[in-house]
């Protein structure tokens, strides 16, 4: 069975950091395309950054230079480490896979499998 698990989520100041663990069971995270994606309260959910199996990797213009996602496929696991985060930041932040191993894109329509989430607030 398929699923994947959020952690690293929880409270932190503006400026700080934190990183994002996405861990796999159930399938073979080198084939697949991972996202992060985020839903703020009352916003759409929106792409963040998602990586192929090539290594090519997409950010939306509010989080360049600021996150970094990639992935560890021995431990089956995809990581989005976020630093200078801004209250802006404060959301739901979920991992979700597509079976296209070259998929670029981060659109999240096109993402078959997600998790349950994992909460970041940016708060002083």
């Known amino acids: 069975q398929l699923q994947l698990v959020e952690s690293g989520g929880g409270l932190v100041q503006p400026g700080g950091s934190l990183r994002l663990s996405c861990a796999a069971s159930?399938?073979?995270?080198?084939?697949?395309?991972i996202g992060w994606f985020r839903q703020a309260p009352g916003k759409e959910r929106e792409g963040v950054s998602c990586?192929?199996?090539?290594?090519?990797?997409i950010y939306a213009d509010s989080v360049k230079g600021r996150f970094t996602i990639s992935r560890d496929n021995a431990k089956n696991t995809v990581y989005l480490q976020m630093n200078s985060l801004k209250l802006e930041d404060t959301a739901v932040y979920y991992c979700?896979?597509?079976?296209?191993?070259?998929?670029?894109?981060?659109?999240?329509?096109?993402?078959?499998?997600w998790g349950q989430g994992t909460q970041v607030t940016v708060s002083s």
């Open positions: 990586i192929n199996s090539g290594g090519s990797t």
């Open positions: 979700a896979a597509r079976r296209l191993r070259y998929y670029s894109s981060c659109l999240t329509l096109m993402y078959d499998y």
């Open positions: 159930g399938i073979t995270l080198e084939a697949y395309a």
